[in-house]
């Protein structure tokens, strides 16, 4: 039925062709297109022919290769199911040595936990440690050793356990010492220099009479950047250059915190620029009011020394306030006692101007300089009142630093204002001894021209 087929299809292939040429060429008989069917169906029977004997012979290689992938399955099956079941034993087997192992560890796997939170804690310890900046490496060996502890169960030999020991001794007994090392410092300028660092236990470094810092994130030693006051300074030098001898030295147990909190306190200078305007006039005043006082307290002292001389002297001299009093009396020898008193009383009360001169001003300085300190203190109030509105009080430290910052001026007012009230009440006072001795001795006078006449 197949070759039948096949023939039906040859013959009409052949059919459309011959009919396809007959526009172009002059028709074949009858005869011929006969013969050509027939050559050509005889070719196509041989290579059928070939075809099938291929097939035939492939057919029989691809069942040999089917029947030993068949076999290869069938081992793998059978492997598969013994490794199965071996898994399985091997899986009893585990969990009965580890209650083994969990038994007669006992109370040395808590030991073990225990060595472990010791080994976490001074890791953290050595991290930030200043003893850290001249031994390194601490930290790396017991991170690594709590982290594989932890992670697979793995217990600590005795070599690592004795290690852990001889670094918390070591710690202890580095922090009792002042030793001196050569490390990589980086400046505040950002300069990396080879410097000679002392160390005070865990808690100071000390290099050219500064005060270091160590970053346990990165080892490093650096500059503080803002140093504390220069009595802290001082002792630095002085312990960098100490021999052996005992020096003063502030230490910081927190190993540096209270340091950092330290440098960050304002200054004087910071201190009176926190004032503001206000607080530059209430300066500039106070110097104002001092310069005058200082004038008034070395031309009083003056006075006074030149009054005393005169009344040691007989002699009228016209350079102090008495002596031009007393010239007075010579002035007027025929005056009754009336008339001499009332020379003197004017003679008097034209010293007292020049006695008593600027100390108003003093005086009214000392009364307006807390009434400035009080208007900087209201106006530092209200910017700050004006930022809680804008920001909230989420943040205390912009509240706290607003009113810090506005009682700056009360302070200045009040240092302004305390001296200058002592420097009136001394000057004042002074002026009003001179004044008494004039009137004194302008009563002596009077008295003795009274006795005369």
């Given amino acids: 039925m197949f070759n039948t087929v096949k023939r039906i299809a040859v013959g009409l292939a052949a059919l459309s062709i011959s009919m396809g040429a007959v526009a172009n060429e002059r028709a074949l008989d009858l005869d011929a297109l006969l013969a050509q069917l027939e050559a050509g169906q005889f070719a196509q029977s041989e290579q059928n022919k070939q075809r099938e004997a291929d097939f035939i012979a492939q057919r029989s290689e691809q069942e040999r290769i089917l029947r030993e992938t068949l076999a290869r399955r069938d081992q793998l099956l059978l492997d598969s199911e013994r490794l199965e079941t071996q898994f399985e034993e091997n899986e009893f087997k585990l969990g009965d040595l580890n209650g083994a192992l969990d038994t007669r560890l006992g109370s040395l796997k808590e030991l073990f936990g225990v060595l472990q939170q010791v080994a976490g804690d001074t890791k953290n310890k050595f991290y930030n440690s200043m003893i850290s900046a001249q031994i390194s490496g601490r930290s790396e060996f017991l991170d690594e050793m709590a982290q594989s502890m932890g992670s697979s169960s793995k217990l600590a030999s005795i070599e690592e356990i004795e290690r852990v020991w001889y670094e918390m001794q070591r710690e202890m007994t580095e922090s009792g010492k002042v030793t001196s090392f050569t490390t990589d410092v980086v400046e505040a300028g950002g300069a990396k220099v080879n410097k000679s660092v002392v160390r005070v236990g865990p808690f100071a470094l000390v290099a050219d009479g500064k005060f270091l810092e160590y970053n346990g994130v990165t080892g490093t030693v650096s500059e503080l950047i803002r140093q504390p006051a220069d009595r802290y300074m001082a002792s630095a030098a002085e312990l960098q250059a100490s021999n052996g001898e005992l020096v003063q030295f502030g230490i910081d147990p927190t190993g540096g915190s ?15 620029e926190q004032g503001g305007p206000v607080g530059y006039i209430i300066l500039i005043v106070g110097a104002f009011g001092l310069l005058l006082a200082l004038e008034r307290l070395v031309s009083l002292s003056l006075i006074r020394m030149k009054v005393n001389s005169q009344l040691k002297s007989k002699e009228v001299k016209t350079n102090n306030p008495l002596g031009r009093v007393l010239k007075v009396r010579d002035e007027h020898p025929d005056a009754d006692v009336e008339a001499l008193e009332l ?40 910017n700050t009142f004006q930022a809680i509105t804008l920001f909230g009080t989420g943040d205390p430290k912009l509240m706290a630093g607003g009113i810090s910052t506005a009682l700056v001026t009360t302070v200045l007012g009040l240092v302004v204002a305390i001296p200058m009230t002592l420097l009136y009440a001394m000057l004042n006072t002074r002026s009003k001894n001179i004044v008494y001795i004039l009137q004194e001795q302008a009563s002596g006078v009077i008295a003795e021209r009274a006795e005369r006449g």
Avoid: D
Wanted: hydrophobic content about 55%; glycine content about 10%; proline content about 5%.
């Fill in 258 to 272: 209270i340091l950092g909190l330290l440098v960050q306190a304002p200054n004087l200078q910071e201190r009176v």
């Fill in 343 to 382: 020379h003197l009383t004017e003679a008097i009360l034209g010293e007292v101007p020049k006695l008593g001169r600027n100390l108003t001003i003093i005086k009214i300085i000392s009364v307006v300089a807390p009434l400035m300190g009080l208007l900087g203190t209201v106006t530092g109030m209200i």
